[in-house]
C-alpha cells in the first residue's frame, strides 16, 4: 500500500513538473517574433544579409512554437494560430530565398505578407479592434 502511495505521489510530481505552454513564454516568443522582424528590416535596409537571414532564422525558429490554448469547445483559435505560424514560415522561407538572391523587393514583399499574418492572428486571438 505504502509502495502504491509513493507511486502515486511522484507521479503527480512528475505530472506538475511537466509544464505546458504557458502565457509567459508566450509573450516571450512574440517578443522574440517581433525583435527578428526587426531584425530582418535592418538587415534589408542596410544590405547586411546576415543579418537579414539571422532575423528570419529566429523569427521561424519562434514561431514554430507558438501555441494558442482554446478557450471552448467551439474556440478554433488553435487551429487558425497555428494555420498562421505555418504561413508565417512558409514565407519565410520565401524571404529567405529573395535575400539570398539580393531580391530586396520580393524579400519586402514577403515581408509584408509575414506581418499581415501576425496582424490577422493578432485581430482574432487578440480581439484587436479592426
Not at 41 to 64: D, F, I, P, R
Not at 94 to 114: C, D, F, L, P, R
Request: net charge positive.
Amino acid at each position: 500500500m505504502k509502495k502504491i502511495i509513493v507511486n502515486v505521489l511522484v507521479l503527480g510530481f512528475m505530472t506538475l513538473s511537466l509544464q505546458a505552454y504557458d502565457q509567459v513564454e508566450r509573450i516571450q516568443d512574440m517578443q522574440t517574433m517581433e525583435a527578428a522582424m526587426a531584425q530582418i528590416q535592418k538587415g534589408v535596409l542596410y544590405n547586411n544579409k546576415k543579418m537579414a537571414l539571422q532575423g528570419v532564422e529566429n523569427l521561424k525558429k519562434a514561431s514554430s512554437k507558438v501555441e494558442v490554448a482554446p478557450k471552448g469547445l467551439m474556440d478554433y483559435s488553435t487551429v487558425f494560430a497555428k494555420k498562421q505560424a505555418a504561413n508565417i514560415v512558409k514565407y519565410s522561407d520565401k524571404m529567405k530565398s529573395n535575400i539570398e538572391a539580393n531580391q530586396k523587393h520580393a524579400a519586402a514583399t514577403n515581408y509584408t505578407k509575414v506581418l499581415s499574418q501576425c496582424i490577422s492572428c493578432h485581430n482574432k486571438i487578440r480581439k484587436w479592434s479592426q
